[in-house]
């Protein structure tokens, strides 16, 4: 999972970073490991990891592994690292093809813990998941007959949040209602559980693609399954007149909508801006215009423009304005799709 492994599982045969080398750990009935450096390595394992290493463990653990399932990184949250690798060494998921995949099975009928969206209260609620139909419905009441809600999976995201949401299996599902956008966040006690979902709405969302786009490659539609999100945090705005204080918001930067919050686990954005490309009158830079009225604490400002108007913000830090005007020049920068240039949807501003 990473470029520069320090500790290898003389057991497996395979060469780990620190992050992994605790979740190989706790499988020690498969993976036996070792420190690189400060381990006391024997002989036949010394020519066991030459005669194996990760390239063809690698052949043989992921000789089947779905295009749609996400292969986390090291810089991925633990549930999603843990869960990998026990689908791999401890549950051999992908060692031979042909096999049926619980992802696969076109629907997802279960239980998962939901934050209500006006008192933050946890609750168990059943969401069911149909490749038939596209979508992700939840029930508030187990026999339920009519859904609380029912989300689109062609506008769906999902992704890990345990930081934000508290819970280290805790996923943020997004999805636009009525063209903004909602935030559902659930968790479930077991990490299998919660993966398992995560993976099969990946599967359900492929599917929808392969229908809706017969021609196209694996390879162009993978990234359009859930994303995780460019980059979120804090930045103080002010409204369009540029004349009200600088408020303190939560931003999350999803491709090419910059959403803000007045609180990260908000159900509706308080707002969105539309990224568009630098060649139709989209552009970031530091700064913010001269003779603008800056009471907060907060001194590193971002000037966005847009073809309609100008969006100020204020950042705490000089890193973290650099960080976050080098993915506004990302995304501005990057060519737009013919779905970008059709879906109004997405070209909603913010709102003071």
């Known amino acids: 999972l990473s470029a520069d492994p320090g500790w290898g599982s003389c057991s497996l045969g395979v060469f780990i970073c620190l992050a992994c080398s605790g979740i190989h750990r706790n499988i020690p009935n498969i993976s036996k490991v070792k420190s690189l450096s400060l381990s006391h390595w024997e002989d036949h394992e ?28 090291h810089k991925d949250c ?13 549950r051999k998921e992908f060692s031979e093809p042909g096999k049926n995949f619980t992802y696969e099975e ?16 946890f609750l168990s609620r059943r969401f069911v998941l149909s490749e038939r139909e596209g979508t992700l419905k939840y029930f508030t009441k187990y026999d339920a007959k009519e859904p609380k809600a029912v989300l689109k999976v062609d506008t769906m995201n999902a992704t890990f949040q345990p930081e934000k949401i508290g819970n280290p299996n805790g996923l ?22 919660v993966v398992d979902w995560y993976n099969s709405i990946r599967a359900v969302q492929l599917h929808y693609l392969k229908v809706a786009f017969p021609g196209a490659t694996d390879a162009e539609l993978i990234p359009k399954l859930t994303r995780n999100f460019l980059k979120e945090g804090y930045m103080e705005k002010t409204g369009p007149r540029q004349t009200e204080g600088f408020k ?6 999803d491709h090419r909508r910059l959403m803000y919050f007045k609180d990260p686990l908000d159900a509706f954005a308080k707002g969105e801006v539309f990224l568009g490309n630098k060649d139709h009158g989209y552009n970031a830079f530091a700064g913010l215009p001269a003779g603008t009225h800056c009471n907060g604490a907060w001194q590193h400002g971002i000037t966005i423009q847009t073809p309609d108007r100008c969006f100020l913000f204020t950042c705490e830090t000089e890193n973290d304005q650099q960080d976050w005007l080098k993915h506004f020049s990302d995304v501005m920068s990057a060519p737009m799709s013919p779905q970008e240039y059709t879906n109004t949807a997405f070209l909603l501003h913010l709102r003071p």
């Open 248 to 253: 303190k918001r939560w931003f999350t930067l």
């Open 172 to 193: 943020q599902i997004t999805y636009l209602k009525d063209y903004s956008t909602r935030n559902i966040f659930v968790y479930h006690d077991n990490g299998k559980e």
């Open 46 to 73: 010394v020519q066991f990891m030459a005669e194996n290493g990760n390239e063809m463990m690698k052949s043989k653990y992921e000789a089947a592994v779905p295009v749609y399932y996400y292969k986390p990184t």
């Open 106 to 121: 076109g629907t997802r009928d279960g239980l998962l813990m939901k934050r209500g969206r006006d008192n933050g209260q």
């Open 78 to 90: 633990q549930v999603l690292r843990e869960q990998w690798i026990r689908a791999k060494y401890e």
